[in-house]
């Protein structure tokens, strides 16, 4: 066993990791069905199955048309790994030569092309973008969403205009109140105050 083994192996495991992380932003599976569908359609009609002595043609008139619906398939597939914005689109033309492919070559390429399109355009029209990953909140409980330190402590309670303490809440402090005294009725809107604190 050789000294590059390990290293060997960790770049196996990077590599299959970014294709896994490629292969989840994308529909990759619906591409693979839409592009393996193709090549039945495409194939068939110009295939000569030898049996014996005998070469048997499965050529039809519309070879050509078989042609075209295989290679849009595989094309169309391929847009959908490259292209993931075009998915509807995708999806549905595939769907659409899927159903053309029956009449026109060999049943769909004796049904194989047909189901295999067939499967990878729905899976393409129903697929969706994950949703990105929710950030997850710190473990001190800092940051998004939580209260300024000390919002709590530094709230002020502003008594009434009489002078009276509310019920519930204890004068701590031993300076005598005047009636008036935080009578903010003549403050205005333009000078900050109208019952406000401002920050700093």
Known sequence: MSAETPAAAGQFTRRRLQFRAWRGE???????????GGLPIAYFPYANLQIGHLTLAMATTAGAGSLIIGVLL?????SLWFQKHVRVFAGVAAILLALVSIPVSNIGGFLIGFLLALVGGAMAVSWAPGAPPAEEPPANGEGHGASPEGAAAGTTVLEPADGTVPTGHEDHSHAPRTPGEND?????????????HSAG
């Open 184 to 196: 903010l009725s003549g403050t205005s809107p333009a000078n900050g105050a109208n019952g406000r």
């Open 74 to 78: 595989v094309v169309l597939g391929v």
């Open 26 to 36: 994308r529909p990759f599976w619906a591409g693979l069905f839409v592009m393996l």
